[in-house]
């Protein structure tokens, strides 16, 4: 399969624990993007990279998540401390940097907090 | 920031008829609108892109209008057919730099045979 796969597809935690989260973009692709989606909404961009530096990070993101892309390939997102509010989908997407912009999402982490 | 709205959040067509999807955004700034559809329990998948340098697209029986002086753009599906039920979400980015979609809330377009 050569798009966007994510790892794991659900995560059930308990109120409190730490979520990691992984994210392998289509290979030669050097953005990747974190987005989270709840029931019946669009998905809301939480961060993104291009190659290893992250760019961007949405104000809307709290200090418990945080996001890594040490080598510029696969990327993780951490969440720490869980809150039920943290329930929902988590999608990563990847794009090229030049021309085509198109961005491919993944089948998501499904994550809920109980 | 970039906000974007999406109306209508339901549309029922009849199969065989078009159907219209409208969005208004923002900032001023940005300059790429992808239209992304997304089938239960799947993935989005982008349907269209335009970016501000163009005012309309087509792509066999879909089409995407940009009025930059209004900020609105709206998505026409032409000869609907079943296949097409699912949720469309609109998206904006570009602004200030930012690279980063902002979405519209998404329309539930429903066929109905």
């Known amino acids: 399969d050569t798009g966007v796969s994510q790892d794991p597809r659900h995560k059930i935690t308990k109120r409190g624990q730490n979520v990691t989260f992984r994210c392998d973009p289509i290979s030669e692709h050097n953005r990747l993007y974190w987005y989270r989606q709840t029931l019946g909404q669009g998905p809301e961009f939480l961060t993104y990279f291009q190659n290893e530096a992250q760019l961007e990070k949405s104000r809307l993101l709290s200090d418990r998540f945080s996001a890594e892309r040490p080598k510029g390939s696969f990327s993780t997102l951490e969440i720490q401390r869980t809150e039920q509010g943290d329930s929902a989908m988590y999608l990563c997407?990847?794009?090229?940097?030049?021309?085509?912009?198109?961005?491919?999402f993944g089948q998501g982490t499904r994550l809920t907090v109980v | 920031g970039e906000n974007v709205e999406q109306h209508p959040s339901t549309l029922s067509v009849q199969e065989g008829d078009s159907a219209v999807i409208k969005c208004t955004y923002s900032d001023s700034a940005s300059n790429y609108f992808p239209w992304y559809k997304q089938e239960l329990g799947k993935r989005p998948q982008l349907i269209i892109d335009?970016?501000?340098?163009?005012g309309e697209k087509k792509d066999q029986r879909i089409a995407v209008t940009l009025n930059k002086t209004a900020k609105h753009f709206s998505l026409h599906i032409t000869e609907t057919q079943p296949e097409d039920s699912a949720v469309y979400f609109c998206a904006a980015s570009g602004g200030g730099g930012a690279d980063g979609l902002t979405f519209g809330k998404g329309t539930h377009l429903i066929i109905q045979p």
């Open positions: 335009i970016r501000s340098n163009v």
């Open positions: 997407a990847s794009s090229l940097v030049v021309g085509n912009t198109e961005a491919f």
